[in-house]
């Protein structure tokens, strides 16, 4: 019985092409996955990018809105002083006139 082999096993060419196979089908997986992994990381980097520079164009924005807010209450601070000094010619000149010589008395008038 010695000489009766239950076990079939490869030859020498079987075995390599076996393991040739295995080792193609693994280098192709890792390829799949670094393929993966670096997508990964492109779209994180990617995404940094976009959140940081999102970030400086709001904060640009905010820095513009305030300045145009303080010019804002300057102009309106201004117009406020120039309507208080108009109301204030105005009350002077109301004033002036009714403590003036008529304007129907000449000026000789006013003199003697």
């Known amino acids: 019985m010695a000489g009766v082999r239950w076990i079939r096993t490869r030859s ?8 040739r196979v ?11 996955n670094m393929d993966l992994i670096n997508s990964a990381m492109s779209n994180a980097l990617q995404n940094n990018m976009t959140g940081a520079s999102n970030n400086a164009a709001n904060a640009a924005l905010k820095r513009i809105q305030a ?18 000094l108009v109301d204030k ?14 304007s129907s008395s000449s000026v000789l008038d006013t003199v003697a």
């Open 12 to 19: 020498a060419w079987q075995d390599m092409e076996y393991h």
């Open 22 to 32: 295995r080792r193609a089908a693994a280098m192709k997986e890792d390829q799949a």
């Open 67 to 84: 300045a145009a807010k303080a010019k804002n209450a300057e102009t309106t601070k201004a117009l406020d002083k120039a309507q208080g």
């Open 89 to 102: 010619t105005k009350a002077s000149l109301a004033a002036s006139s009714t403590t003036t010589v008529p």
